[in-house]
């Protein structure tokens, strides 16, 4: 049966409820409905990619399940404005979200197909569609959304310790898998001083392979000839005063490891490409062991946190029942999995850190980790900020991290500035080897790593504006009461908007000189102060900033601060 209740004037809910005599497996389901694209010019979702373009509507749909995407959409026009936001409450199952153009009529075609994998049986079901039509920005219906998902029973986030909210070095680009105790630890001492405050040590360290391959995974045992001894080298770490979060692949069982044997039968599937098998959540005796093998490292290492990597490779490809299993549904074998990794390594350590991986990044995954981070783009700037963004507009207060900003030794100072400007409304996580920069890079790593510190409170706090996602978000603003924030990605005017408070900074994230902005009353008198890349004072004084059109003289990728006087 399908109801409908209207939460608020352009907010409806509809509940769909099936009910069957006797448990079974539903069949194949779809929720369909139209609407007019009338000023509806881009189409928002999770995939973290460029392409915000309207489909037509024999294009196919994307995936969503609990450890991939999220079941949104948001249709906007080019102004910002929403015209059409949808949610689906069911985020644990797999389900198609397909919006197309239908060419004959200029009508979206909207569809919700359920129960895509095979479901073991239910006697009852039941969900929830949102459907957003008021005339807001559309980030703000976004920002209902991620509330909405986060009140539901069972998806409530984790807390998030201070820390994952702080600067962070990973070893990923700049070691690979070729990991040196000695040579992470030297890292650390350089990347505390920059302000870093927890290193994440990547894929390498259970292994004396550095071929990328997936082969030797599963025992989770430290390749002694690269770190001879894990809790030494730990607290090491400790002693720099920084936290120490360690990469694990959670699915996946190696040919090469003596795991393998253990869980013959006990597999989703062999990827051979990879080398490795995928452990099938379904049996109790594997989910123990995943966490078992977690709750050992915290103890025996002193760990602060993991990154957890690959959940999304629990795929489900036939519905079979194998004795032992205590769960027929994949996605809720997950669900278990993750909850009581989180469950269990908090009783451990309450201020536990948990990093998951775009596009793992779903309302259900706030629940078991809190840290999300974007998905692998190295040396891309344009895609780190598109997709740091992406995962600020639905995540709410767990803590967006960068990509890991990594750039050639090579790159003119101003260039290499555009890797961490590009992420400033997120956690910057850094991956370079910091004892080969050069002293200009230093320097300006060091400055715009103290400005983000600084400023925190309104890049990661404020209310945020990201505009013109189908441009990628050329200009973002975020404000409190006490301060506003601007940073323009384009050769674009900037408009603050109104009842600006005692403190703007304006940063020009472009390789251009100069910012233009255009006020829509008088704002009064300022002190300006103009800082380049590297921190260095460019130029200081008053400006009266009347109504219209104004440039600010800003080096590239340098920033302005304005105080009213």
């Known amino acids: 049966s399908l109801s409908a209740t209207q939460l608020e004037e352009g907010i409806d809910l509809i509940h769909i409820r099936m009910v069957a005599e006797e448990p ?3 069949p194949a389901f779809t929720l369909f409905w139209t609407h007019p694209v009338v000023d509806i010019h881009a189409y928002w979702r999770t995939a973290g990619d460029h392409d915000k373009s309207l489909p037509p509507e024999w294009i196919k749909g994307f995936m969503s399940k609990v450890t991939s995407q999220a079941p949104v959409c948001s249709l906007h026009s080019f102004s910002g404005r929403n015209r059409l936001t949808f949610a689906f409450s069911d985020a644990l199952r797999a389900t198609e979200i397909r919006v ?12 919700i197909k359920l129960f895509l994998e095979p479901s073991p049986p239910l006697k009852v079901y039941e969900a929830t569609l949102w459907l957003d039509t008021r005339d807001i920005p559309y980030y703000e219906s976004l920002e209902q959304v991620q509330q909405w998902w986060a009140a539901q029973p069972g998806y409530q986030p984790a807390r998030v310790p201070e820390t994952a909210r702080l600067p962070m070095y990973s070893t990923w680009y700049s070691f690979h898998q070729g990991l040196v105790a000695s040579q992470i630890e030297e890292q650390c001492r350089l990347a505390k001083a920059l302000g870093c405050e927890a290193v994440i040590v990547d894929d390498g360290w259970q292994t004396t392979s ?11 045992e430290v390749a002694s000839e690269k770190i001879p001894d894990m809790r030494a080298h730990v607290a090491k770490v400790h002693q720099l005063g920084m936290k120490y979060i360690l990469w694990y692949s959670v699915p996946f069982v190696g040919k090469h490891s003596k795991a393998w044997s253990n869980f013959a039968g006990k597999t989703l599937e062999v990827i051979d490409r990879l080398g490795a098998g995928v452990l099938d959540p379904r049996f109790p005796e594997v989910r123990e062991y995943i966490i078992a093998t977690y709750e050992r490292a915290l103890r025996d290492w002193d760990l602060d946190g993991f990154k957890l990597d690959f959940v999304d490779s629990f795929n489900f490809r036939k519905q079979e029942y194998v004795r032992g299993q205590d769960y027929l549904s994949v996605p809720e074998a997950v669900d278990r999995l993750l909850a009581d990794i989180i469950e269990r390594l908090r009783k451990i350590k309450p201020d536990i850190m948990v990093e998951f991986r775009q596009t793992y990044i779903g309302p259900l995954m706030r629940k078991y980790g809190n840290m999300f981070r974007a998905g692998d783009c190295p040396n891309d700037a344009l895609t780190n900020r598109e997709r740091t963004l992406d995962i600020r507009l639905l ?10 900003l990594m750039w050639h030794r090579d790159e003119p100072v101003e260039s290499a500035a555009l890797q961490i400007v590009n992420i400033l409304f997120a956690v910057p996580q850094i991956s370079l080897l910091l ?10 790593a060091r400055f715009w790593l103290s400005f983000w510190r600084e400023h925190r409170d309104v890049l990661l706090d404020g209310k945020l504006m990201p505009l013109h996602p189908e441009a990628m978000y050329p200009l973002v603003i975020a404000t409190t009461a006490t301060k506003r924030i601007a940073v323009t990605y384009a050769d674009t005017v900037i408009n603050p908007g109104s009842d600006l408070p005692a403190d703007f900074i304006i940063v020009n994230g472009t390789l251009g000189k100069g910012v233009v902005l255009e006020f ?4 009064g008198t300022w002190q300006l102060e103009v800082r380049d890349c590297r921190g260095q004072v460019f130029s200081t004084g008053q400006v009266l900033l009347g109504k219209g059109l104004h440039r600010i003289d800003v080096p590239p990728v340098g920033a302005a601060t304005l105080h009213r006087r």
Request: hydrophobic letters at 30%; aromatic letters at 6%.
């Open 24 to 26: 079974a497996s539903p």
């Open 100 to 111: 197309g153009v239908h060419e004959e009529t200029a009508m979206l075609h909207c569809s």
């Open 210 to 220: 550095n071929e990328r391959g997936y082969a030797y995974t599963g025992d989770w």
């Open 395 to 404: 995540c709410g207060s767990t803590a967006a991290h960068s990509d890991m």
């Open 435 to 444: 004892n080969a920069l050069s002293e200009q890079h230093l320097e300006m």
């Open 520 to 523: 829509t009353e008088n704002t």
